[in-house]
């Protein structure tokens, strides 16, 4: 993204999609703010990144189910300075939707959804007020996927929920800015070569080595480049991978509106 200036906040910045995208935009320029709950990978990456790009990089320390944890980076991704919002953390809470443990259910709508929102309230109103900045929320390709049933697809109604969520909060806001700045993105990723199915999400992966799971997937560097790239470009839905885009984002709209417009009441 050409446009630098001042900090991104970067949340999920222990492992994955996170870590990596913290690394890009330190390497273009950006001082970061690495948000995770496992203080030791936060501080393993922010050492690098000083050494390797002299940008500025704190850490902080949150388990974003948490609200006074939530809070406290709310106040950060609200100061003057940010410029960047990655709304990345995420868990997948998987499994049959009747064995759910309520707790990791609670978990999981906390982050993907309370948390992801909270941040973006905060950070936004200040991008808007000075006529710059981005807000990159993940969400998954499962949430295009909700008439599918589960296998070779994980078991997931929560999750895909959430994700459903990210997806239509992101691209609606995107719609109530017409177009910015700030500018907005809802990012899609496919399966991607990450830790994310290596834990439930209720604990971190215990560590301070980035593992990746068996389900190998597209690998991270290639889901920050074609985030980066659609940044630039301003599309709000980005789907890595997505061959002969943006056509099939057109078709979804186009499929959305003729919906609508099918949906009149009776005269
Ligand atoms: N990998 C995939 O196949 C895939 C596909 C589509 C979408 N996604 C989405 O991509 C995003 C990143 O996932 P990833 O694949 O990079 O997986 P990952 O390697 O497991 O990374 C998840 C990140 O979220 C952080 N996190 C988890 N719970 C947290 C909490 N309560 N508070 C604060 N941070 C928390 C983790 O750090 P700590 O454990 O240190 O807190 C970690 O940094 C997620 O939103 C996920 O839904 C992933």
């Known amino acids: 993204m050409g446009d630098v200036w001042g900090t991104a906040v970067v949340t999920g910045a222990s492992s994955g ?8 935009l330190a390497g273009l320029g950006w001082d970061t703010v690495l948000v ?15 050494e390797q790009t002299g940008t500025a990089v704190e850490t902080l320390v949150a388990d974003l189910s948490v609200p006074a944890d939530l ?19 995420g868990i997948n809470g998987f499994g049959p939707f009747g064995a759910l443990d309520p707790s990791l259910m609670a978990k999981v709508l906390d982050l993907n959804v309370v948390a992801l929102t909270v941040l973006t ?18 969400a998954s390709l499962l949430a295009f996927a909700g008439s599918l049933p589960p296998g070779p697809l994980p078991q997931r109604a929560v999750y895909a929920g959430t994700k459903g969520y990210v997806l239509t909060f992101t691209r609606t806001l995107a719609a ?14 496919g399966l991607t070569a990450t830790e994310f199915h290596l834990t439930s999400g209720a604990e971190p992966v215990p560590g301070r080595e980035p ?15 074609a985030s980066l790239a659609a940044l630039d470009a301003g599309e709000v839905v980005c ?29």
């Open 17 to 24: 999609i996170g870590a990596r995208y913290a690394a890009r």
């Open 36 to 50: 995770a709950r496992r203080a030791d990978r936060l501080e393993d990456l922010a050492r690098r990144l000083r």
């Open 71 to 89: 809070a406290r980076v709310a106040e950060r991704a609200a100061a003057r300075d940010v410029g960047f919002l990655l709304n990345n953390a």
């Open 121 to 138: 309230r905060a950070a936004l109103p200040g991008m808007v007020r000075r006529g710059r900045g981005a807000v990159v929320n993940v």
């Open 176 to 189: 109530e800015l017409a177009g910015g700045p700030p500018r907005l993105q809802a990012l899609c990723p």
């Open 211 to 225: 593992a990746v799971h068996r389900e190998g997937g597209m690998p991270v560097e290639e889901v920050v480049d």
């Open 239 to 267: 789907v890595p991978g997505l061959r002969g885009d943006p056509g099939r984002i057109e078709e979804l709209v186009a499929a959305e509106l003729a919906l609508r417009a099918a949906a009149q009441p009776a005269r």
